[in-house]
C-alpha cells in the first residue's frame, strides 16, 4: 500500500482488549500463562488461511526497555492486529518475549538500557537487520539518552543513522519513529522538558528523511500519556500505557497492512 511520505499520529482510538497485565518492579518478574517460547512459536507459524510466517509482514518493534522489558505493548499491539484481521505479521528480533499475561509473538529488538546514540556509534542495528529481515520497524528510542542528558541534535542523528542501515537492508523499509512517552523519574526532574525538546523535532526530522519508497512516519506516543496513571516509575509503562502505546503504533501500521495478508 503507497502512503504519504509522512504522516503524523497525533490520535488513537484506546483499544477494546481487556487483559489482565501485571506490569513489572523490580524484584519481580511479570508471570506467563503459557511457555513464552512456545507462544511466540506458535504466534509466528499461525497465519490467515493456512499462510506461512515467510509470506507475513515482517514487524521490528525497536527500542529500550520500553519496548522490550517487558514491552507488553507488544503483547497489546500483536493481539489487537490478529482480533481485527490482520493475521499475517511477525513481529521478529533477535531477543525473546517476556511474560505479559497471554499468548503473543514476542520477539523484540528492545535492549534494556540502551542508548539510541551507542547503537548507531556502536553499529550494532545492522547485525540485528540481517538476523531479522524486517519490512517494518517500530521504534521508540531515545529514552535513555534523554535521562544522560544527550542533545536532541546528536539523537536526531543517531535516527539518520539508523534508518539509513535500516534502508541499507531493505530498500523499502517502511519506519514508525515514535515522539516518545514522557518521562517523570523523581532523579531527574530535568527530564520532562528534556523530551518535549527532543519530541518538538523529530517531525522536522522525519520530514527531511522520509522518502516514497522508505517512508518515516512520525507517530505521537506523548500526547494524552500520563506519567502518573500510566507508568510505575514515572518512566515504564504500567497496564494503562501498554494500551495507550499499542493504540497509538495501531493505525499507523495498519496503514501498512491488508487483513489477513502480508503488508506492501
Not at 33 to 59: N, V
Not at 195 to 210: F, K, M, T
Not at 242 to 251: F, L, N, T, V
Request: glycine fraction near 10%.
Amino acid at each position: 500500500m503507497r502512503r504519504t511520505p509522512l504522516r503524523a499520529v497525533t490520535a488513537g482510538s484506546a483499544l477494546a482488549l481487556a487483559l489482565a497485565l501485571t506490569p513489572q518492579v523490580a524484584g519481580a518478574a511479570a508471570p506467563a500463562p503459557a511457555d513464552a517460547a512456545s507462544a511466540s512459536s506458535a504466534a509466528r507459524t499461525a497465519t490467515a488461511d493456512g499462510e506461512t510466517a515467510a509470506a507475513a509482514t515482517r514487524i521490528m518493534p525497536l527500542g529500550d526497555s520500553i519496548t522490550g522489558s517487558p514491552g507488553c505493548w507488544r503483547s497489546v499491539l500483536w493481539n489487537e492486529l490478529r482480533s481485527t484481521g490482520y493475521t499475517s505479521v511477525d513481529f521478529v528480533g533477535t531477543l525473546g518475549p517476556q511474560g505479559c499475561g497471554q499468548p503473543y509473538d514476542g520477539e523484540n529488538e528492545g535492549h534494556g538500557g540502551a542508548l539510541v546514540t551507542r547503537v548507531a556509534d556502536g553499529n550494532q542495528l545492522p547485525g540485528w537487520l540481517a538476523a531479522t529481515r524486517p519490512d517494518i520497524v517500530l521504534m521508540h528510542f531515545g529514552t535513555n539518552d534523554v535521562w544522560s542528558n544527550i542533545a536532541p541534535d546528536r539523537i536526531l542523528a543517531a535516527y539518520t543513522t539508523l534508518v539509513q542501515q535500516m534502508r541499507a537492508s531493505n530498500p523499502g523499509m517502511k519506519v514508525l519513529v515514535a515522539q516518545i512517552i514522557p518521562m517523570n523519574p523523581g532523579s531527574c526532574p530535568e527530564c520532562a522538558q528534556r523530551v518535549r525538546d527532543l519530541n518538538d523535532r523529530i517531525p522536522r526530522w522525519a520530514s527531511g528523511i522520509s522518502t516514497p519508497e522508505s517512508p518515516v512516519v512520525v507517530v505521537d506516543q506523548w500526547t494524552g500519556f500520563d506519567t502518573g496513571a500510566d507508568t510505575y516509575d514515572g518512566v515504564h509503562p504500567s497496564a494503562s500505557g501498554d494500551q495507550k502505546i499499542a493504540s497509538r503504533w495501531y493505525p499507523a501500521l495498519t496503514e501498512f497492512l491488508a487483513p489477513g495478508a502480508s503488508g506492501s
